[in-house]
């Protein structure tokens, strides 16, 4: 009896501990030096583009009120009621000029990045002189200086994929999803942005080509 009960206790522990070590989130190691493949990513600006007329020419999304959902076209309310040409009323369009300019510059790609990882902390330094400090072990990170506006940037690994969010300037909801493919040869990025401007959100994959391999020479 007392030799079940021991062989019991061993193959629960046996199950268990397989179980305790998979949960682990498996990291991947984003050092190096990435230089931006434009022929494997996407063209943000024409992404943005898209999206900046699908707003201007139909309104924000729900702001259709006449009968049977079809738009009253009343100026300074929506639907067609701005002359001169389709879209929204005056004023609800996918922004000004300086809006236009910030998502621009939001969803751009940088054509290289730099990434140092120090345990939890990870520094990533773009060609725009656009430098970021994440870590994973749950810190929010204030902004200071010229990115004051932009509030808290949080970090966490899923399943080797580093995972970012934080907020714009213009209280856009900004995602980054970095994870290694192509055998560490290369990185992709996928951007996430969701802005009061805009009806839906802008995704743009970004790849990267790691320096020194045949790719990133």
């Given at each position: 009896m007392f030799v079940r009960?021991?062989?019991?206790?061993?193959?629960v522990s046996a199950t268990i501990l397989p179980a305790q070590q998979s949960a682990e989130p498996p990291k991947t190691d984003l050092n190096g030096i990435w230089k931006l493949n434009r022929d494997e990513s996407d063209d943000a600006r024409a992404k943005l583009r898209s999206a900046m007329q699908d707003?201007?020419?139909?309104?924000?999304?729900?702001?259709?009120?006449?009968?049977?959902?079809?738009?009253?076209?009343?100026?300074?309310i929506g639907g067609m009621g701005r002359p001169g040409g389709p879209g929204m009323g005056r004023g609800s369009g996918a922004g000004n000029e300086e809006q236009r300019s910030r998502l621009a510059t939001l969803v751009?790609?940088?054509?290289?990045?730099?990434?140092?990882e120090k345990g939890p902390e990870i520094d990533v330094n773009g060609s725009d002189h656009h430098?970021?400090?994440?870590?994973?072990?749950?810190r929010k990170i204030e902004k200071s200086g010229k990115d004051a506006s932009q509030m808290q940037v949080k970090a966490h690994?899923?399943?080797?994929?580093?995972?970012?969010?934080?907020?714009?300037?213009?209280?856009e909801k900004i995602s980054h999803a970095y994870e290694?493919?192509?055998?560490?040869?290369?990185?992709?990025?996928?951007?996430?942005l969701?802005?009061?401007?805009?009806?839906?959100?802008?995704?743009?994959?970004?790849?990267?080509?790691k320096a020194g391999t045949d790719k990133g020479e």
């Amino acid at each position: 009896m007392f030799v079940r009960i021991i062989l019991a206790a061993l193959l629960v522990s046996a199950t268990i501990l397989p179980a305790q070590q998979s949960a682990e989130p498996p990291k991947t190691d984003l050092n190096g030096i990435w230089k931006l493949n434009r022929d494997e990513s996407d063209d943000a600006r024409a992404k943005l583009r898209s999206a900046m007329q699908d707003r201007d020419q139909n309104g924000p999304m729900g702001s259709h009120t006449g009968m049977g959902g079809v738009s009253l076209g009343i100026p300074g309310i929506g639907g067609m009621g701005r002359p001169g040409g389709p879209g929204m009323g005056r004023g609800s369009g996918a922004g000004n000029e300086e809006q236009r300019s910030r998502l621009a510059t939001l969803v751009q790609a940088s054509e290289q990045l730099t990434i140092v990882e120090k345990g939890p902390e990870i520094d990533v330094n773009g060609s725009d002189h656009h430098e970021r400090s994440l870590f994973t072990d749950g810190r929010k990170i204030e902004k200071s200086g010229k990115d004051a506006s932009q509030m808290q940037v949080k970090a966490h690994w899923d399943h080797g994929t580093l995972i970012t969010e934080e907020k714009g300037p213009g209280g856009e909801k900004i995602s980054h999803a970095y994870e290694i493919t192509q055998e560490g040869k290369q990185m992709a990025d996928t951007l996430t942005l969701e802005s009061k401007h805009l009806n839906t959100p802008i995704i743009v994959r970004s790849v990267y080509d790691k320096a020194g391999t045949d790719k990133g020479e």
